[in-house]
């Protein structure tokens, strides 16, 4: 039976893929689906077939352009300023016009079932309001604590024995503070819909149905027990709705795939240097430079062509290793492709993301300011030592089972069959 879905979400990156997959998915099935999102995300959207709503009220940007950038995260000096700005310019500080925003559209419109991006706790308020069925979509690794792991986001392995549990319970409460600063305008918002305040930030994301998160459960650590209403449905490989057709350099020297965010990140010298170090091996290179950096301003050697975009999923096939700044969409693909990875990771998640690869045993994390010679020197042992591959090959039986089927969409299907009114 056709049902109803309204997906929220906003221009994170790489974030967006993956939720507009899952949006496309159920509209393949035959249910109906409109997307509440940024104007810059509205012809990526329709391109899907997909239809678009605006925000009226919450915030919208491009993080393509610095200028339209609504967290402006590359102007954080540490990366605590950096959490900040995302939890004060989209997760926390904007809940109420998030809220406000998918409630009229509710209103106007009613669903079976809000679906967001798990960053917009505002509009999963409003959903929540409604008393409907409510899903969130994490595009990344499991973000928050859990037993049997250390604390997300710090790049640690796990520990054993009394001192690694003292230390893991005093980094998640340090990990946690933070979000504290969170909490008024969040309960302020639940407040105006009719909902009894939370006793923390953490705490919120845990207001909905399921949490489906969008990444591999092999990439995480195995020791780790997660919440009842989480679910691991496995990636999403679909390539953004602005990858261009796939050029490959010529020549039958091995393939190196390189890119680094979709959004600015200050990465001109990074690609650069990538370039450089491309140029001193006997591969072919192909980097992408994303939306945010013009090709044109990149300096490479003759063997390395550059380009804005491509379809990584289409290049994969033919790489021998990625470079990337270990943005999860690109470091999954990898994977799935049996592709090992040097990863360069810049801020956000993405310590995490190739913290989890270098465990896995198929790839090698460099500095973000690494050297051309350093970069290089990893793409050469990647290349030399058959483990990396041995790892990725491993890693992508792991992606090939999990996405046999559409998770996502069999939860949401099932979400959808409720009755509605109660949680």
């Known amino acids: 039976m056709p049902r ?4 929220a979400t906003w221009n994170g990156g790489g974030a967006v893929p993956p939720v507009l997959s899952v949006a496309r998915a159920l509209r393949e099935r035959g249910h109906s689906v409109r997307v509440l999102a940024d104007s810059s995300l509205h012809a990526e959207v329709t391109a899907l077939g997909l239809e678009p709503v605006a925000w009226t009220t919450a915030p919208q940007g491009d993080p393509a352009d610095p200028a339209k950038d609504v967290i402006r995260d590359f102007e954080a000096r540490t990366p605590i300023g950096a ?3 995302l939890r004060d310019r989209i997760v926390c500080g904007p809940a109420a016009d998030y809220a406000r925003d998918t409630a009229a559209e509710l209103r106007a419109r009613p669903a079976d079932v809000l679906v967001a991006e798990f960053m917009l706790l505002g509009a999963l308020i409003a959903g929540e309001g ?13 973000t928050f604590p859990t037993p049997g792991a250390p604390p997300p986001g710090l790049g640690l392995s796990p520990a054993s024995g009394a001192l690694g549990r003292l230390r893991d319970r005093l980094l998640t409460r ?4 933070p979000w504290d600063k969170g909490l008024p305008p969040l309960n302020a918002a639940r407040a105006a819909h009719g909902l009894p305040p939370v006793g923390s930030v953490v705490d919120a994301f845990a207001q909905v149905d399921r949490l489906l998160v969008l990444s591999p459960r092999a990439l995480d650590h195995p020791s780790r027990r997660f919440p009842g209403y989480v679910r ?6 679909d390539d953004p709705a602005w990858a261009e057709e796939l050029k490959l350099p010529e020549g039958d020297a091995p393939l190196v795939l390189a890119g680094m965010s979709s959004s600015f990140m200050k990465q001109h010298r990074q690609l650069e240097r990538i370039a450089e170090a491309l140029g001193t091996l006997p591969v072919r290179g192909l980097l992408t430079t994303g939306p945010a950096v013009d090709p044109a301003t990149v300096r490479a050697p003759g063997n390395v062509l550059v380009t804005a975009a491509a379809p990584h999923t289409a290049a994969l096939r033919h790489a021998a290793v990625t470079i990337t700044h270990a943005g999860h969409g690109t470091a999954v693909k990898s994977l799935a492709a049996a592709v090992p990875l040097v990863c360069m990771p810049q801020g956000r998640d993405q310590p995490e993301v190739a913290r989890h690869v270098e465990l896995a045993g198929a790839g090698i994390t460099v500095g973000k300011n690494a050297s051309a010679r350093t970069i290089a020197r990893a793409v050469e042992r990647i290349l030399r030592e058959p483990s990396y591959q041995r790892e990725a090959r491993r890693m992508a039986a792991e992606i090939a089972a999990e996405t046999a089927t559409d ?3 069999a939860e949401l299907e099932a979400l959808a069959e409720r009755t509605t009114g109660g949680r």
Do not use: E, N, Q, W
């Open 174 to 177: 340090m990990m946690l503070k």
């Open 130 to 142: 409604a008393g409907i069925p409510v899903a969130s979509l994490a595009t990344t690794i499991y």
């Open 4 to 7: 109803t879905f309204l997906f």
């Open 232 to 237: 691991h449905v496995g990636p999403r490989l």
């Open 83 to 85: 959490f900040a700005r």
């Open 407 to 409: 998770r996502a969409v």
